[in-house]
Protein backbone atom coordinates (compact mmCIF):
# COMPACT_ATOMS: atom_id res chain seq x y z
CA UNK A 1 0.00 0.00 0.00
CA UNK A 2 1.19 3.31 -0.69
CA UNK A 3 1.74 5.73 1.44
CA UNK A 4 1.24 9.66 1.05
CA UNK A 5 3.63 11.94 2.87
CA UNK A 6 2.50 15.57 2.38
CA UNK A 7 5.85 18.06 2.69
CA UNK A 8 5.28 20.90 4.23
CA UNK A 9 7.13 24.53 2.88
CA UNK A 10 9.02 25.90 5.44
CA UNK A 11 9.10 29.08 4.61
CA UNK A 12 7.45 31.11 2.23
CA UNK A 13 9.06 31.62 -1.04
CA UNK A 14 9.57 35.66 -0.31
CA UNK A 15 10.92 34.80 3.34
CA UNK A 16 14.67 34.34 1.82
CA UNK A 17 14.60 37.27 -0.63
CA UNK A 18 13.02 39.63 2.97
CA UNK A 19 15.93 38.08 4.76
CA UNK A 20 18.38 39.56 1.99
CA UNK A 21 17.21 42.57 1.59
CA UNK A 22 17.13 43.41 5.61
CA UNK A 23 20.84 41.91 5.32
CA UNK A 24 21.94 44.40 2.97
CA UNK A 25 20.72 47.47 3.56
CA UNK A 26 21.24 50.10 1.31
CA UNK A 27 22.57 53.40 2.36
CA UNK A 28 19.56 55.76 3.49
CA UNK A 29 18.71 59.16 1.30
CA UNK A 30 19.66 61.94 1.88
CA UNK A 31 17.49 64.02 4.68
CA UNK A 32 17.03 67.44 5.60
CA UNK A 33 18.32 69.29 8.51
CA UNK A 34 16.96 67.83 11.52
CA UNK A 35 13.99 69.88 13.66
CA UNK A 36 13.66 70.35 16.90
CA UNK A 37 10.07 69.30 16.74
CA UNK A 38 9.14 68.11 13.33
CA UNK A 39 5.70 68.14 14.45
CA UNK A 40 5.54 71.58 14.87
CA UNK A 41 7.07 72.18 10.94
CA UNK A 42 3.19 72.48 9.58
CA UNK A 43 2.68 75.13 12.50
CA UNK A 44 5.56 76.91 11.41
CA UNK A 45 4.67 77.55 8.06
CA UNK A 46 1.43 78.76 8.71
CA UNK A 47 2.74 81.32 11.00
CA UNK A 48 4.67 82.95 8.42
CA UNK A 49 1.95 82.87 5.81
CA UNK A 50 -0.12 84.15 7.88
CA UNK A 51 1.75 86.91 9.78
CA UNK A 52 1.14 90.65 9.05
CA UNK A 53 2.46 92.25 6.07
CA UNK A 54 5.58 95.22 6.36
CA UNK A 55 4.60 98.42 7.25
CA UNK A 56 4.51 100.94 4.33
CA UNK A 57 6.04 104.29 4.50
CA UNK A 58 3.21 106.47 4.88
CA UNK A 59 2.32 108.68 2.11
CA UNK A 60 2.70 112.67 2.32
CA UNK A 61 5.53 112.78 4.47
CA UNK B 1 1.78 43.20 7.43
CA UNK B 2 4.16 42.02 4.92
CA UNK B 3 6.84 39.01 5.26
CA UNK B 4 9.37 42.11 5.14
CA UNK B 5 8.15 44.22 7.46
CA UNK B 6 7.12 41.59 10.10
CA UNK B 7 11.01 40.12 9.80
CA UNK B 8 12.38 43.75 10.44
CA UNK B 9 10.28 43.63 13.20
CA UNK B 10 11.15 40.62 14.59
CA UNK B 11 14.92 41.67 13.97
CA UNK B 12 14.35 44.89 16.16
CA UNK B 13 13.17 42.58 18.73
CA UNK B 14 15.92 40.19 18.92
CA UNK B 15 18.44 43.35 18.18
CA UNK B 16 17.07 44.90 21.57
CA UNK B 17 17.07 41.61 23.51
CA UNK B 18 20.74 41.43 22.44
CA UNK B 19 21.51 45.13 23.23
CA UNK B 20 20.21 44.64 26.89
CA UNK B 21 22.43 41.10 27.43
CA UNK B 22 25.42 43.68 26.06
CA UNK B 23 24.38 46.14 28.65
CA UNK B 24 24.12 43.71 31.43
CA UNK B 25 20.22 44.19 32.14
CA UNK B 26 19.63 40.95 31.41
CA UNK B 27 20.45 38.19 32.97
CA UNK B 28 22.60 36.73 30.14
CA UNK B 29 24.68 35.03 32.19
CA UNK B 30 21.99 32.67 34.19
CA UNK B 31 19.54 32.71 30.71
CA UNK B 32 19.36 31.60 27.34
CA UNK B 33 19.06 34.60 24.74
CA UNK B 34 17.84 33.24 21.42
CA UNK B 35 15.92 30.51 22.33
CA UNK B 36 13.45 32.38 24.75
CA UNK B 37 13.02 35.00 21.58
CA UNK B 38 11.95 31.94 19.59
CA UNK B 39 9.69 31.20 23.10
CA UNK B 40 8.31 34.59 22.86
CA UNK B 41 7.41 34.72 19.12
CA UNK B 42 3.34 35.21 18.73
CA UNK B 43 1.79 31.62 17.90
CA UNK B 44 4.75 29.38 19.15
CA UNK B 45 4.65 26.47 20.95
CA UNK B 46 7.32 27.07 23.22
CA UNK B 47 9.78 24.31 22.27
CA UNK B 48 11.92 25.60 19.35
CA UNK B 49 12.87 22.01 18.37
CA UNK B 50 9.26 21.43 17.76
CA UNK B 51 8.40 21.15 14.06
CA UNK B 52 5.12 22.67 14.93
CA UNK B 53 6.73 25.57 16.02
CA UNK B 54 7.10 26.98 12.39
CA UNK B 55 3.40 26.50 11.60
CA UNK B 56 2.89 30.71 12.71
CA UNK B 57 3.96 33.90 11.02
CA UNK B 58 5.16 35.02 14.67
CA UNK B 59 7.43 32.03 14.77
CA UNK B 60 8.56 32.51 10.84
CA UNK B 61 9.85 35.61 11.44
CA UNK B 62 11.69 35.07 14.92
CA UNK B 63 13.52 33.23 13.34
CA UNK B 64 14.57 34.61 9.86
CA UNK B 65 15.07 37.51 12.66
CA UNK B 66 17.68 35.30 14.02
CA UNK B 67 19.12 34.93 10.30
CA UNK B 68 19.29 38.63 9.63
CA UNK B 69 20.94 39.63 13.11
CA UNK B 70 23.60 36.88 12.39
CA UNK B 71 26.57 37.01 13.96
CA UNK B 72 25.44 39.69 16.00
CA UNK B 73 23.31 37.52 18.04
CA UNK B 74 26.78 36.43 19.67
CA UNK B 75 28.39 39.59 20.54
CA UNK B 76 27.12 39.75 24.29
CA UNK B 77 29.62 36.13 24.44
CA UNK B 78 32.55 37.73 21.91
CA UNK B 79 32.20 41.14 24.11
CA UNK B 80 31.37 40.34 28.01
CA UNK B 81 32.33 36.81 27.88
CA UNK B 82 28.52 35.87 28.82
CA UNK B 83 27.92 32.38 28.06
CA UNK B 84 26.01 30.96 24.82
CA UNK B 85 23.90 28.26 26.02
CA UNK B 86 23.38 25.02 23.91
CA UNK B 87 20.01 26.15 23.51
CA UNK B 88 20.97 29.48 21.37
CA UNK B 89 23.47 27.72 19.48
CA UNK B 90 20.53 25.00 18.56
CA UNK B 91 17.66 28.13 17.82
CA UNK B 92 20.65 29.87 15.89
CA UNK B 93 21.14 26.25 13.60
CA UNK B 94 16.99 25.92 13.32
CA UNK B 95 16.95 29.35 11.84
CA UNK B 96 19.54 28.29 9.40
CA UNK B 97 17.28 25.18 8.63
CA UNK B 98 14.23 26.97 7.90
CA UNK B 99 15.70 29.45 6.08
CA UNK B 100 18.56 27.43 4.35
CA UNK B 101 21.78 29.74 2.72
CA UNK B 102 21.47 29.94 -0.71
CA UNK B 103 23.77 28.94 -3.45
CA UNK B 104 25.95 31.56 -4.63
CA UNK B 105 27.87 31.41 -7.48
CA UNK B 106 31.50 33.42 -7.19
CA UNK B 107 30.58 35.68 -9.91
CA UNK B 108 26.96 36.70 -7.76
CA UNK B 109 26.27 40.20 -7.75
CA UNK B 110 27.28 41.92 -4.43
CA UNK B 111 24.49 42.08 -2.81
CA UNK B 112 24.23 38.37 -2.33
CA UNK B 113 28.09 38.29 -1.73
CA UNK B 114 27.83 40.21 1.00
CA UNK B 115 24.89 38.04 2.63
CA UNK B 116 27.50 35.38 1.88
CA UNK B 117 29.94 37.02 3.96
CA UNK B 118 27.63 37.55 6.82
CA UNK B 119 26.13 33.87 6.77
CA UNK B 120 29.78 33.02 6.86
CA UNK B 121 30.47 35.09 9.92
CA UNK B 122 27.46 33.80 11.42
CA UNK B 123 28.30 30.01 10.75
CA UNK B 124 31.85 30.55 12.42
CA UNK B 125 30.60 31.71 15.95
CA UNK B 126 28.14 28.70 15.82
CA UNK B 127 30.73 26.39 14.99
CA UNK B 128 32.81 27.77 18.07
CA UNK B 129 30.04 27.48 20.37
CA UNK B 130 31.03 24.89 23.62
CA UNK B 131 29.33 21.42 23.62
CA UNK B 132 27.30 22.02 20.37
CA UNK B 133 27.75 20.09 17.05
CA UNK B 134 24.66 20.49 15.30
CA UNK B 135 26.06 23.14 12.74
CA UNK B 136 24.05 22.85 9.24
CA UNK B 137 26.07 25.23 7.94
CA UNK B 138 29.47 24.77 6.60
CA UNK B 139 32.00 27.31 8.02
CA UNK B 140 34.17 27.22 5.30
CA UNK B 141 34.68 30.72 3.03
CA UNK B 142 32.50 32.00 0.48
CA UNK B 143 33.48 31.30 -3.04
CA UNK B 144 33.30 35.03 -3.80
CA UNK B 145 35.55 36.82 -6.12
CA UNK B 146 35.65 39.76 -4.28
CA UNK B 147 38.14 42.29 -4.51
CA UNK B 148 37.47 43.97 -0.96
CA UNK B 149 41.20 45.55 -1.09
CA UNK B 150 40.31 47.96 -4.60
CA UNK B 151 39.02 50.86 -2.42
CA UNK B 152 39.40 53.39 -5.43
CA UNK B 153 35.55 53.60 -5.37
CA UNK B 154 35.42 54.55 -1.94
CA UNK B 155 31.52 55.97 -1.18
CA UNK B 156 30.47 52.17 -3.03
CA UNK B 157 33.38 50.55 -1.43
CA UNK B 158 32.55 52.19 2.03
CA UNK B 159 28.36 51.28 1.88
CA UNK B 160 29.49 47.70 1.58
CA UNK B 161 31.50 47.91 4.53
CA UNK B 162 29.19 48.80 6.48
CA UNK B 163 27.02 46.59 5.21
CA UNK B 164 29.48 43.77 6.55
CA UNK B 165 29.39 45.40 9.74
CA UNK B 166 28.64 42.16 12.04
CA UNK B 167 32.22 40.80 10.87
CA UNK B 168 33.97 43.70 12.52
CA UNK B 169 33.81 41.84 16.15
CA UNK B 170 37.43 40.85 17.67
CA UNK B 171 37.58 37.18 17.18
CA UNK B 172 36.51 37.00 13.75
CA UNK B 173 39.87 36.99 11.30
CA UNK B 174 39.75 36.73 7.43
CA UNK B 175 39.73 38.50 3.91
CA UNK B 176 37.48 41.49 4.74
CA UNK B 177 38.75 42.33 8.44
CA UNK B 178 42.54 42.13 6.51
CA UNK B 179 40.72 44.56 3.68
CA UNK B 180 39.21 46.70 6.53
CA UNK B 181 42.95 46.91 8.45
CA UNK B 182 44.49 48.50 5.41
CA UNK B 183 41.44 51.46 4.70
CA UNK B 184 41.78 53.03 7.63
CA UNK B 185 41.57 56.34 5.56
CA UNK B 186 38.67 54.88 2.94
CA UNK B 187 36.76 53.75 6.29
CA UNK B 188 37.16 57.27 7.85
CA UNK B 189 36.27 59.15 4.45
CA UNK B 190 32.87 57.25 3.69
CA UNK B 191 32.08 57.66 7.87
CA UNK B 192 32.59 61.19 7.60
CA UNK B 193 30.03 61.10 4.29
CA UNK B 194 27.95 59.36 5.85
CA UNK B 195 27.29 61.63 8.55
CA UNK B 196 27.10 64.70 6.51
CA UNK B 197 24.61 62.67 4.55
CA UNK B 198 22.83 62.44 8.05
CA UNK B 199 23.11 58.57 7.18
CA UNK B 200 23.78 57.47 10.88
CA UNK B 201 22.59 53.90 10.59
CA UNK B 202 25.31 53.60 7.97
CA UNK B 203 27.27 55.79 9.82
CA UNK B 204 27.29 53.69 12.95
CA UNK B 205 27.90 50.94 11.45
CA UNK B 206 31.39 52.30 9.65
CA UNK B 207 32.31 53.20 12.84
CA UNK B 208 32.19 49.61 14.47
CA UNK B 209 35.19 49.06 11.46
CA UNK B 210 37.29 52.20 12.69
CA UNK B 211 37.03 51.32 16.59
CA UNK B 212 37.62 47.40 15.70
CA UNK B 213 40.93 49.00 14.35
CA UNK B 214 41.52 51.38 16.89
CA UNK B 215 41.34 48.08 19.47
CA UNK B 216 43.77 46.20 16.96
CA UNK B 217 46.49 49.09 17.57
CA UNK B 218 45.76 50.54 13.84
CA UNK B 219 46.65 54.26 13.21
CA UNK B 220 43.18 56.11 12.55
CA UNK B 221 43.14 59.56 10.25
CA UNK B 222 40.15 60.90 12.51
CA UNK B 223 39.07 60.33 16.41
CA UNK B 224 36.10 58.36 16.68
CA UNK B 225 35.01 59.26 19.91
CA UNK B 226 33.81 62.48 18.85
CA UNK B 227 31.83 60.50 16.00
CA UNK B 228 30.43 58.17 18.59
CA UNK B 229 29.08 61.18 20.79
CA UNK B 230 27.55 62.84 17.81
CA UNK B 231 26.12 59.93 16.33
CA UNK B 232 24.66 58.68 20.06
CA UNK B 233 22.99 62.50 20.24
CA UNK B 234 21.35 62.31 16.70
CA UNK B 235 21.43 58.76 15.34
CA UNK B 236 20.71 56.35 17.67
CA UNK B 237 17.04 55.53 17.41
CA UNK B 238 16.80 51.95 16.23
CA UNK B 239 17.12 48.68 18.62
CA UNK B 240 19.77 48.23 15.25
CA UNK B 241 21.20 51.15 15.18
CA UNK B 242 21.29 51.41 19.18
CA UNK B 243 23.13 47.58 19.28
CA UNK B 244 25.61 49.03 16.42
CA UNK B 245 26.70 52.04 18.51
CA UNK B 246 26.61 49.99 21.73
CA UNK B 247 29.47 47.35 20.01
CA UNK B 248 31.35 50.81 18.62
CA UNK B 249 31.14 52.37 22.39
CA UNK B 250 32.69 48.60 23.75
CA UNK B 251 35.02 48.79 21.16
CA UNK B 252 36.61 52.23 21.76
CA UNK B 253 36.10 51.67 25.35
CA UNK B 254 36.43 48.18 26.83
CA UNK B 255 32.74 49.34 27.81
CA UNK B 256 29.07 49.47 27.07
CA UNK B 257 27.71 52.43 26.02
CA UNK B 258 25.08 52.68 29.44
CA UNK B 259 28.26 52.01 31.68
CA UNK B 260 29.56 55.71 31.09
CA UNK B 261 26.69 57.08 31.68
CA UNK B 262 25.10 54.79 35.24
CA UNK B 263 25.82 56.39 38.02
CA UNK B 264 28.63 55.06 40.31
CA UNK B 265 28.29 54.83 43.74
CA UNK B 266 29.82 56.96 46.29
CA UNK B 267 32.37 56.35 48.66
CA UNK B 268 31.45 55.38 52.29
Known amino acids: MLTQETLRPLASPAGPDAIGSLMVEPEAAVSGAPLPAPEAAGFLLALLLLSPKEPKEPKGK | ?268
Open chain 2, 1 to 268: MSSRAAYAAAADELASRVLRALRGTEDAGDTALVAPHLDSAPGASGAPDFPDSLDSPGSLAALAAVRVIGADTFTPHVLTGAPFHASDAAAVARAFEAFPVPGHSPSAPPDERTAAWRDWATAQLLARTRGYAGNPVPATLPETRDDLTDTTDWQRWSVRMAQLAPLATPVLEGPVRDAARDAALPLSRGLTRSVLRRDFPTAVRLLRWLALLRHDGVALPLEPEPVLDHIRLLGGAGPRTALDLAVAAHLLTGRTEDARTQPTEAPA
